[in-house]
C-alpha cells in the first residue's frame, strides 16, 4: 500500500487530501503543528505534532515509515490581511520553513513533493479571465510567498527532486462525508463571510461594487474542496478511487438552501482586482481527470459542514 506524509494535514485542505488519500487506498502520515488544524482532523490517523522545519521530527516520521513515497505540502500561513501586518512572520513560516522542510525530506531520500500553491499569485487583468498562461503577479504577501516558493522549487527540481505545484483557486465545502472541513469559526473569504452575515442577521459586505463588470462587482471562482484532492491524490499514487467513496457520495442527501442575505457596499480591498476565474476550455484539454461531486452532495457540503459540524466541539468558541 502506497504512504504519503501530509504536511499542515490537519488543515483543511491537507485533511481533506488525507481523506480522498484513504479513499483511494492510500495511507496518509500527517505532520502538522496545529497552528491553525484541529486535532480531530487527524483521529485515526498516523499523527506527527510538530513543524516541517523541525529536521529532527521529519526524520524520525521517516525512520517510522520507511514506505512514504511522496510528499503533499499543505503547511502554511494563509491569511491575506495578517500577511500585510505581519510579511517577515510569513515568509518565516511559508517560504524558510519550506526549504528547511525540502531539505529534509531529500536527506531522507524523498523526491516526490506536491506543492499547494494558489491562484492568487496570476495577474487577473480587468476584461479577461485567468489560465495557466496568464502572467505571474502576486499582489499580496501572502501570495509572493507562494511565487517564491514555486520558484525555489523549481530551482531545486532541476537538481533532483520533482516538485509539482499545483495552484488552488477558491476550494470552498467540506469533504462530501463531513470528515473534515473548514475549520475557522470566522474565515476570511466570501462564502464563510455570506454564511456568517446570514447567521447573524445582518447583510453580506460586498468588498468592491465600481469594477468594470456587469453589476461592478468583482468576479470569482470556486472549486468545492472535494475536487481539488482529486488530481493530488492521484499525482502521488497510481491508485484508483474506491467504490466505498462513490456510494457514499450516493446516499448523501440535501437540504433548501436559505434565502440569501441582503447585502451591503464596502470599500475594495486592496489586494484584490476584477477577476480572478479559469475558463475551462484550456484545462478541460490538459487534464485527465473531471470534478466528481454531484450536485446533490455538493450541496450540504458546500456549506462547509456548518449545518451538522461533527468536527465542532463544546470548547470552540462562539
Ligand atoms: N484555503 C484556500 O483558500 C487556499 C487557496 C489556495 C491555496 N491554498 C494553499 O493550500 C494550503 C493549505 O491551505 P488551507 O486552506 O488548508 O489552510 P489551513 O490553515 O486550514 O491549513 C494549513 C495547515 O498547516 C499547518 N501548519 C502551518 N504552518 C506549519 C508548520 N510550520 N509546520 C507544520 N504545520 C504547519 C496548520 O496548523 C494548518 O493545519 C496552503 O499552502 C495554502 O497556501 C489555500
Known amino acids: ?161 520533482r516538485v509539482l505545484s499545483l495552484r488552488y483557486f477558491n476550494p470552498v465545502g467540506a469533504d462530501p462525508e463531513l470528515r473534515t472541513g473548514l475549520q475557522l469559526k470566522r474565515p476570511s473569504h466570501a462564502l464563510g463571510v455570506l454564511i456568517q452575515a446570514h447567521q447573524e442577521g445582518r447583510p453580506f459586505p460586498i468588498t468592491g461594487t465600481t469594477y468594470p463588470t456587469r453589476d461592478g462587482t468583482g468576479i470569482r471562482d470556486y472549486v468545492h474542496v472535494g475536487t481539488s484532492p482529486r488530481p493530488t491524490s492521484r499525482r502521488s499514487s497510481a491508485s484508483t478511487p474506491s467504490s466505498r467513496s462513490r456510494s457514499a457520495r450516493s446516499r448523501s442527501t440535501w437540504a433548501p438552501a436559505p434565502a440569501p442575505p441582503s447585502g451591503s457596499c464596502a470599500p475594495r480591498s486592496t489586494t484584490s482586482s476584477a477577476r480572478r476565474w479559469p475558463p475551462w476550455t484550456p484545462s478541460r484539454a490538459r487534464v485527465t481527470w473531471r470534478g466528481a461531486t454531484p450536485r446533490a452532495t455538493g450541496r450540504p457540503s458546500c456549506w462547509g459542514g456548518r449545518r451538522s459540524c461533527p468536527w465542532r466541539t463544546a470548547s470552540d468558541p462562539p
Open 1 to 161: 500500500m502506497t504512504t504519503v506524509l501530509i504536511a499542515g494535514g490537519a488543515g483543511y485542505i491537507g485533511s481533506t487530501v488525507a481523506s480522498a488519500c484513504t479513499d483511494a487506498g492510500i495511507t496518509p502520515v500527517i505532520l502538522d503543528n496545529l497552528v491553525r488544524g484541529r486535532r480531530e482532523f487527524t483521529s485515526g490517523r498516523a499523527f506527527y505534532e510538530g513543524d516541517i522545519a523541525d529536521g529532527a521530527l521529519v526524520d524520525r516520521i521517516f525512520s517510522e515509515h520507511p514506505d512514504i513515497s511522496a510528499v503533499v505540502h499543505c503547511a502554511a500561513l494563509i491569511v491575506v490581511p495578517e500577511s500585510v501586518a505581519d510579511p517577515i512572520g510569513y515568509y518565516e513560516a511559508n517560504v524558510a520553513k519550506s526549504l528547511a522542510f525540502v531539505s529534509h525530506l531529500h536527506r531522507n531520500g524523498c523526491d516526490r513533493i506536491i506543492f499547494s500553491s494558489s491562484a492568487s499569485i496570476y495577474r487577473a487583468e480587468d476584461g479577461s479571465s485567468v489560465n495557466e498562461d496568464s502572467p505571474l503577479a502576486p499582489q499580496s504577501p501572502y501570495a509572493r510567498t507562494k511565487a517564491v516558493c514555486e520558484e525555489m522549487f523549481a530551482d531545486i527540481a532541476v537538481a533532483g527532486p
